[in-house]
């Protein structure tokens, strides 16, 4: 397919601790983590935002630098695609084994299963939920049951729910380690205490079936997905405190920033929306492409979103929003296709930056700056922040050899 892409200039930030908090109004695309060919499962950040675990739709498990952006290790193994969870300091994950009939604890340092719960369901994308302090986990078991388990021992603490009652499906544990709130398969949440196992509240979602919930990370909000794509927010003891007025169409999952002061949603319709949690005023949506999983950096800097062309894409960035035009290159093309990635020029557009600087059909753009190009997509997600007059450096391919250009950024032309 043809696209007409309008380009601009970024200026690729370092993706570390250092810098200022997320801001929505001045995010942009600021680095890239290839990590396969195939879709993103899941992620989590380490607690010190430095390192992504990842899991793949195909089961690979890996950890990445975020700053390098290099891939660390590898686990050994297969495993099912579906949530990856992190012990607090970093060094433990919790994944669904290959098998959909376990639940795995290995050590990402050593990369060794220190213990595997077996006779659990770990199809539902939330059946599991480590504790926050990593010493206990909860199971929907294969008989509908669900349990607290000791990680040390393997031995069952406490009985959330009995066998057989199909009330089990997604849950989540509370960020203090005091509530474990459970969405059934009868439609209904119920809260718990999982150290006494006493039930603390409870609200029906009239028909709608376990899709995703979360808290928020004071623990003073939890937030539920429905079936019909409205997010949704409880108090502690399950009292409705708001619905978001938009349906978004099919989110599946919500991520908050480390202050809690902001909420992403992903979209199926190819973009994140992101709210002021004080005042539920939207403050942007972010043109993300098809978004499997995302999440906030555990340092408040960064937006990670997991994407289907098995890419993890990293916003960040801050200062002053930038005025002016967005910037426009004037090329159509599409993505190259085999391991060199980058984006084939089939056509230039008369009079156009593009034309100017000498690019030529037959050029393959591999890198903006120091932004690498691995598809029309990821071309068009540096696009987004530039602006008319930037100068950008374009790196380039022709007949096999890479080229640099200076490209100076024209206005985009109306009824492009």
Same mark, same amino acid.
């Given at each position: 397919m043809l696209r007409l892409l309008a380009l601009a200039a970024l200026f690729l930030a370092d993706v570390t601790p250092r810098g200022e908090f997320f801001r929505?109004? +001045?995010?942009?695309?600021?680095?890239?983590?290839?990590?396969s060919r195939t879709p993103i499962g899941s992620f989590t950040y380490t607690r010190d935002g430095r390192k992504l675990v990842v899991l793949t739709l195909e089961g690979k498990?890996?950890? #990445?630098?975020?700053?390098?952006r290099r891939e660390l290790r590898q686990v050994p193994?297969?495993?099912?695609?579906?949530?990856?969870?992190?012990?607090?300091?970093?060094?433990?994950?919790?994944?669904?084994?290959?098998?959909?009939?376990?639940?795995?604890?290995?050590d990402l340092e050593k990369g060794e299963e220190l213990r595997t719960f077996s006779d659990v369901q770990p199809i539902q994308g939330q059946s599991y939920a480590l504790s926050p302090d990593g010493r206990r986990v909860a199971l929907v078991r294969k008989d509908m049951s669900v349990k607290i388990t000791d990680i040390a021992t393997n031995a069952d603490l406490k009985t959330l729910i009995e066998?057989?009652?199909?009330?089990?499906?997604?849950?989540?544990? +509370?960020?203090?380690?005091?509530l474990l709130a459970i969405h059934g398969w009868d439609s209904t949440v119920r809260?718990? @205490?999982?150290?006494?196992?006493?039930?603390k509240g409870s609200f029906a979602e009239m028909g709608r079936l376990p899709l995703?919930?979360?808290?928020?990370?004071d623990s003073s909000t939890l937030v539920v997905v429905t079936q019909e794509a409205r997010v949704r927010m409880y108090d502690r003891s399950g009292r409705e405190l708001r619905t978001l007025d938009e349906a978004l169409t099919g989110?599946?999952?919500?991520?908050?920033?480390?202050?809690?002061?902001?909420?992403?949603?992903? @979209?199926?319709?190819?973009?994140?929306?992101? #709210?002021?949690?004080?005042? #539920?005023?939207?403050l942007r949506d972010l043109d993300a492409g098809f978004v499997r999983h995302l999440a906030f950096s555990s340092d408040g800097r960064v937006l990670a979103m997991g994407s289907t062309d098995g890419v993890v894409r990293l916003w960040g960035g801050s200062g002053p929003v930038r005025s002016g035009a967005p910037g426009y290159l004037g090329i159509k093309g599409n993505s190259t296709e085999g391991e060199a990635g980058g984006a084939d020029i089939l056509e230039i557009v008369p009079g156009s930056p593009a034309e100017t600087a000498g690019?030529?059909?037959?050029?393959?753009?591999?890198?903006v700056r120091n932004t690498d190009v691995d598809s029309f997509e990821s071309l068009r997600l540096v696009v987004m922040s530039l602006r008319e007059g930037d100068e950008v450096e374009i790196t380039y391919r022709r007949d096999g050899v890479d080229a640099k250009v200076k490209v100076k950024l024209a206005g985009r032309p109306s009824g492009e």
């Open positions: 929505p109004e +001045s995010a942009r695309l600021i680095g890239s983590l290839s990590v498990l890996s950890v #990445w630098d975020v700053a390098a193994g297969s495993f099912f695609s579906t949530r990856v969870q992190l012990s607090h300091d970093g060094t433990r994950a919790l994944v669904p084994g290959a098998d959909r009939r376990s639940v795995r604890l290995i066998a057989g009652t199909g009330q089990c499906g997604s849950m989540d544990w +509370s960020p203090d380690g005091k809260i718990f @205490d999982p150290a006494s196992g006493e039930m995703y919930l979360t808290y928020s990370p989110p599946r999952m919500v991520a908050f920033s480390r202050d809690g002061l902001l909420m992403a949603a992903a @979209d199926f319709g190819g973009k994140i929306r992101i #709210w002021n949690t004080r005042t #539920w005023q939207k690019l030529k059909p037959g050029d393959r753009i591999v890198k």
